[in-house]
């Protein structure tokens, strides 16, 4: 089958239907999934525990942008 250009529109709405025939693939719980840690991905009250590595990236960049509304609007 030769490859064709898709438009936004035809690719929303093969996205939809890919994600509405299984009730487990809703894109929030991908978005979970591919953000929770690997290692133990439920902690002891079984909710989801975030990776590290994305925790650190979340706190640097806060600790970024604070640092720079610091130095644009307190200083």
Request: overall charge positive; cysteine-free; charged content about 25%.
């Amino acid at each position: 089958m030769p490859s064709r250009y898709i438009n936004q529109q035809e690719m929303r709405e093969l996205l939809r239907k890919a994600y509405s025939q299984d009730p487990e693939k809703s894109l929030l719980n991908e978005l979970r999934r591919y953000i929770s840690d690997p290692a133990s991905p439920r902690d002891a009250n079984h909710r989801s525990r975030i990776h590290p590595l994305w925790l650190s990236i979340g706190s640097i960049a806060l600790f970024v942008a604070a640092v720079l509304l610091y130095f644009s609007f307190i200083r």
